[in-house]
Each structure stands twice: as C-alpha cells, then as structure tokens.
C-alpha cells in the first residue's frame, strides 16, 4: 500500500513538471517528462509493484535466485575448466559438415607464392618504383584529361 501510493505521488510531481514546461513551451522536453511520469503509474495500475513487493519479501523466491545464481556459477566454472584444458575455445564437432578453422587468410599475402611478395603484376616492385600506369593512361587520354 506504501509503495503505490509513493509511486503514484512521483507521476504526479512527474506531470506537474512537465505542465511547467509545457507552459514554458518546451514540449518536447514536457512530454518525455510526461511519459517518464506515467511509467510509475502504470506499474501501480497494473499490479507489477504489488507482485515485485510480495516476491522481494518472499524467501522461496529468493531461494529459487540463489539456485539460479549457484546454476550460472556452476555453468561458467565448467567452461572456463575445458577451455584451459584445451587450450583454446571449444569447437563443434558434432554438427556434420562443420569446417575447423582455417590457420591462414583465404586470400591476402598468405596466398601469394614465397617469390611474389611484395611485387605487382608488372614486377616492377612496389607502388613508386614505376608501375605499369598504361592503362589508366590510355583512359585519362580517351577523355582528354
């Protein structure tokens, strides 16, 4: 009884501050207020702070937190344990057609040969060493740039 009666003196002062501002001509601002305002009402209104009230002061609720929490704890002891036995994440192997995960870049430098790193399709070496420009050439020529 305490708590809906607080609950509803806060959405009161709520709407009385945005009437200010609405009066102030803010009314955007009134109506985010206006709306922060009515949340506390509404809980009242919908029984949610009565049901809050009564499972906050209810020792089989929080029993069933506790069970919980010791299920979580349990949980994520278990998988910190196989994954320093492993030595790494743990991966699906049960699902068919599961691919392991590749240890090099499909593509990028690790897929160049030994010999070609570093050079371009010219072989002329890196970019400033006289790259084949020929093409862009003959197009910038084309368009009389």
């Known amino acids: 009884m305490l708590a809906e009666t607080i609950f509803s003196a806060v959405s009161a002062a709520g709407l009385g501050i945005a009437a200010v501002m609405a009066y102030r001509k803010r009314f955007l601002s009134a109506t985010r207020i206006a709306a922060y305002a009515l949340v506390p009402l509404g809980l009242v209104l919908t029984g949610a702070v009565e049901w809050v009230a009564g499972t906050a002061f209810s020792p089989v609720a929080w029993a069933g937190v506790g069970v919980l929490g010791l299920a979580w704890v349990l949980f994520m002891t278990s998988r910190a344990v196989e994954r320093r036995a492993l030595g790494k994440a743990p991966q699906d192997t049960t699902r068919p057609g599961a691919v392991p995960p590749s240890s090099a870049p ?23 060493q006289g790259e084949d420009f020929s093409d862009i050439e003959a197009i910038l020529k084309k368009h009389g740039i």
């Open 106 to 128: 499909a593509l990028g430098k690790a897929s160049r040969k030994p010999g070609q790193a570093g050079r371009s399709k010219g072989g002329q070496g890196t970019a400033g």
